[in-house]
């Protein structure tokens, strides 16, 4: 049976991408009868890598799939045999070149290259951490299908099926049979390599670094546009159809995290395993090209994203430094590029080293390459100055390396062959393990009463997020530590009770033709199923242990017309339960139903009596209340409500120069301190109040200080369970409040005052129609002409019962002050906190969009909180001196932002956003936000259009009018040329004002 190799590198946290990467070798054992080796190469910290292995044990058997993940360790014991095995001369430093210290994206495929061989596979096909597959109706789009389609078949064959016949016979004489050798696409989305920036700042420069790349052989009249569709893979097109070229594939049309190679290519030559640099990954793809085999190139592009790290300062002048290191090393290797071209066989080890030795040896220009690389970043200014002076710090190393790591390939193609033979022979088994066993066990129940009714609004709410998110992102999870004692018949017992006696875990949302759900359905008897994994000695950590295994469950959505609400996985060592780790579908529960059901299953597990139900609401029950004339009254006052603040608050908090994009991955920060819970306490009984209203004034305070605005807007989700009935009512009723506040008061305390009337308004009206909230929300970003942004998000969980807490955070002893990064998470705000607990200790985890704050400023930004507290317990505070008291500045604008409408603004970035919707059309905007553009467009289309690229841009509020003039200036750049010339219309461009 063919045997092949799934595989990704990864130093990072991406559980999302690992479990979808086990999607993609299901569908590819499942649907071409394969056995897929999915290898992971993890070179993580240790507890992430810990997490990465508990998402990955918790993946249900799959026939055909073996699953392989290697930490640094396990890879460096295997490659350390194989080495030895092989006779070299020098195994270490061969070692030293595969498992180098720094990042190297060559050396991750080149080990991967040689695991695929140990274990007997006849191709590797590489995928990376930073992208996602792309979905037609809802449906991944995995590139396996296409590789599997061609890769390693007679060419000949492959033609038969998409064409290309007429071009094999271009590439070589018998290209028909030969294998096809390579199978790739390129990618969609964020650019592979991040010079997007450069180009807006300047157009100039970024041509100037961008040829660098180039071979200096193109033609001066390709070279422009060479320069435009560098790095930009296959543009924006999404995938509809399935399309695929044979023929000989350009390099630069295929990514390496889209690619799969044939044994017979890979298994003679390596990659280059230079570090702290990119693009010398792509070198197979050059020598399959120069050595005339047939490929395959298709359109089942992967969606490609920039992470977190990538967008903080230091991440930003690492990954540019990296840049710079590709851009210097290009000159060499366009030279041995074109020595690949001239070789009889580019395949044949030995010639080809010999031409890389002479590559590193020979002449380069690279002292003026450099200089014109430093030169550039210079140019750019701002954060690019960093770039520069590391570049000019660091100009001998540089140059020398770049040398060096040419002769380092060299000798690595030495190796390679006995190498290989080396790790063939160790053999399928790369790490001996001890795997844990997991078993299914169904659990059947049946009781209650069967009913039939309309959804509450929170469930409205919950299936609406859920069918435009996808699950993954709404559901929600939580790990129970099982109590001492307990077996595990009676886990699954009390999970049994707690079905038959709460409503909500017996309720289907039935979807007539795939449409969405309009009622709910009450079952009487059904089944679920538990995953019990047992151990011989659990994971150091059961607790994170359980959490990612919670995540992976997680991953799967839940039918809603069949499925049970709730999905278990249960850790059990040696027979006995230690924790259970519970999904719950959001449109069944939210946090505080989970709290609550958590606490009935361990009284059931201790032998407590559940107190009975009496009057509490079922979700039906709740539905009748809020469908009668007073639940519709209040439910059209919270969205009256929200229409004032979206009216005239800020429409976004962040509205910077550094927020380039809305929403995107961002890290954990979690902050435990005693210090900060005994300032609460302190300010509390100063000020005599709850000290959750004192953590709630000193965010605003603290949040709107940083972003410079004179007013505070952020959602607040609450509970909506001050009614007795609905305190312990299993449903989701969480809903956001929707926080108001202006913040020019004198001082902390007397903004804490408004705080507090602020809150209570906002928690008034935090219960709505979803439906009708959101064409609130559309119709206004038309008619102000900007897109709320919910980038602000307060969650204070403290005070519900058994709120759900990390599972490990609990047991640990109260530091005075503790800051720990941890996971990244993607998600649509700037700015999201979750308050655990505010006594003994503030424990609180923040989600910061790492272009707003960098490490630093996000640890500073919490430290600064804890200060802002210790201060305020101490008297009051002065709002102007926020900067002095905590150490958090407020965001640096340039001279041509400005507040408009109560937003900051930027005119030249709507200038640009403006073009950006007409289609690159020359635009001007005035300091009043007044639009010029030629002919052509009304009012009413340019500000249509602009509408609907307005998300994610949050310093663009749209013109106030726009202005319609006869042509473009000759010199669009200059203001005076727009405005001496005649209007022929204008108009604001909004409906309303403008009827047609």
């Known amino acids: 049976m063919r045997r092949i190799c799934l595989t990704l590198p990864t130093d990072r946290a991406c559980v999302p991408a690992l479990l979808a990467l086990a999607e993609e070798a299901a569908h590819g054992a499942r649907e071409f009868g394969v056995e897929v080796e999915l290898l992971v190469l993890d070179s993580s910290p240790a507890p992430v890598a810990a997490g990465h292995a508990a998402a990955l044990a918790a993946l249900p058997p799959v026939p055909g799939v073996r699953v392989h993940h290697l930490d640094e360790d396990a890879q460096r014991s295997f490659l350390a045999r194989a080495a030895a095995r092989a006779g070299l001369a020098e195994p270490e430093r061969l070692l030293g070149l595969l498992l180098p210290d720094a990042v190297s994206y060559g050396a991750c495929t080149d080990r991967a290259f040689l695991f695929a061989e140990a274990l007997g596979c006849s191709s590797v096909h590489r995928r990376d951490s930073d992208s996602r597959y792309q979905l037609l109706y809802g449906t991944p789009v995995f590139p396996l299908h296409q590789e599997l389609s061609a890769l390693g078949l007679p060419a000949a064959e492959v033609a038969g099926r998409i064409g290309g016949g007429r071009r094999l016979e271009r590439i070589r004489p018998g290209a028909g049979q030969l294998p096809v050798a390579l199978v790739g696409a390129s990618f969609i989305g964020e650019l592979s390599v991040d010079v997007a920036e450069i180009q807006e700042l300047d157009p100039a420069v970024h041509a100037e670094l961008v040829g660098l790349s180039l071979p200096p052989s193109t033609p001066a009249l390709w070279r422009g546009q060479a320069i435009r569709e560098a790095f930009r893979g296959a543009g924006t097109e999404p995938f509809t159809a399935d399309r695929a070229a044979l023929g000989q594939v350009a390099p630069n049309r295929v990514d390496m995290c889209n690619v799969a190679l044939g044994r017979e290519v890979y298994g003679r030559i390596p990659l280059p395993p230079a570090v702290d640099t990119i693009g010398t990954d792509y070198f197979l793809l050059h020598v399959v090209h120069h050595a005339r085999l047939p490929g395959v190139l298709h359109n089942r592009h992967i969606v490609n994203f920039h992470t977190g790290e990538r967008r903080t300062a230091s991440g930003h002048t690492a990954y540019h430094l990296r840049l710079a290191r590709f851009l210097l090393l290009s000159g060499r290797l366009a030279h041995l590029y074109d020595a690949l071209a001239a070789l009889t066989d580019p395949l044949d080890a030995g010639p080809v080293a010999s031409a890389v030795r002479e590559a590193a040896d020979g002449p ?74 997991t078993r299914t066990v169904p659990v059947r129940w049946q009781g209650g009463e069967p009913r ?422 101490d008297g009051d505070v002065p709002l102007a001196e926020l900067t002095a008291v905590t150490g958090v500045r407020t965001a640096e604008r340039g001279a041509d932002w400005q507040l408009v409408d109560g937003c900051w603004v930027s005119p030249a970035a709507t200038a640009a956003a403006l073009s950006d919707a007409l289609d690159g059309r020359p635009v001007h905007v005035t300091a009043d936000l007044t639009a010029y553009l030629a002919g052509g467009p009304t009012p009413a289309r340019a500000h249509a259009a602009l509408m609907r690229i307005l998300p994610g841009r949050p310093g663009v509020l749209a013109p106030r009018r726009y202005l319609i003039v006869p042509e473009t200036p000759a010199e669009p750049g200059l203001p005076q040329a727009w405005l001496q010339q005649p209007t022929l219309t204008e108009g604001t461009g909004r409906p309303q004002a403008d009827p047609r």
């Open 364 to 437: 380069s220009g690279d002292g003026e390459r450099l200089a014109t690389i430093e030169g550039c970043y210079r140019r750019l200014g701002g954060a690019f100055d960093r770039v520069a002076d590391a570049l000019a710090e660091r100009r001998k190393e540089l140059l020398d390396g770049a040398r060096a790591d040419l002769r380092d390939f060299a000798d690595l193609i030495d190796a390679w062959a006995p190498l290989t033979a080396a790790v063939r022979s160790e053999g399928r088994t790369l790490v001996p393990t001890k795997a844990p066993r």
């Open 452 to 873: 039939r009714g309309p959804l509450t609004l929170g469930q409205a709410n919950m299936i609406r997020c859920i069918l435009r998110d996808g699950a993954a992102d709404v559901d929600i999870h939580d790990v129970w530590p099982v109590p001492a004692g307990a077996s595990t018949d009676a886990v699954l017992a009390a999970l049994r009770t707690l079905t038959v006696r709460h409503e909500a875990l017996r309720t289907v949302f039935p979807q007539p033709g795939g449409t969405a759900p309009t009622e709910q359905l009450v079952l009487t008897e059904g089944e679920f199923e538990v995953t019990v994994t047992d151990f011989d000695t659990l994971p150091a950590d059961p607790g994170r242990y359980a959490d990612e295994l919670a995540r992976a469950v997680r991953r799967a959505p839940f039918d809603l017309g069949r499925d049970h609400p709730l999905r278990a996985a249960l850790l059990t060592e040696r027979g006995t339960p230690t924790h259970l780790a519970l999904v719950a579908g959001h449109a069944a529960a939210d946090g505080s139903a989970l709290a609550v059901l958590r606490e009935e299953w361990t009284d059931l597990l201790t032998g407590r009596e559940l107190a009975p139900l009496g009057d509490t609401l079922t979700p039906i029950a709740l539905a009748e209340e809020e469908s009668a004339p007073a639940g519709r009254r209040k439910a059209e006052a919270s969205v009256r409500y929200w229409e004032k603040v979206l009216r005239t608050g800020p429409q976004a908090m962040f509205a910077e120069p550094r927020a380039r994009t809305a929403g995107g991955p961002a890290a954990e920060l979690t902050l435990r301190s005693a210090r900060g819970g005994a300032a609460l306490a302190r300010a509390s009984a100063r000020l005599g109040v709850p000290a959750s209203t004192v953590l709630l004034t000193a965010w605003c305070a603290l949040v709107a200080h940083r972003a410079g605005q004179r007013a505070y807007v952020g959602a607040a989700p609450t509970a909506n369970r001050w009614k007795a009935q609905l305190a312990r009512a299993v449903t989701p009723l969480s809903q956001d409040a929707l926080i108001l506040l202006d913040t020019t008061a004198s001082g902390f305390d007397e903004l804490l005052g408004s705080a507090w009337s602020a809150a209570l308004n906002a928690y008034r009206h935090s219960r709505f129609d979803a439906r009708l909230l959101w064409e609130t929300i559309d119709r206004t970003t038309v008619e102000r002409g900007s897109r709320f942004a919910r980038d602000v998000v307060f969650n204070d969980v403290s005070g519900l019962p058994g709120a759900l807490r990390p599972a490990a955070a609990t047991a640990q002893a109260a530091p005075g002050l503790e800051l720990a990064w941890g996971d990244e998470q993607d998600l649509p705000t700037a700015l999201l906190a979750f308050v655990y607990r505010t006594d003994p200790l503030l424990h609180l985890a923040l989600r910061p969009d790492p272009q707003l704050f960098d490490r630093r400023e996000a640890e500073g930004f919490l430290t600064g909180l804890v200060r802002l507290l210790e201060a305020a317990a």
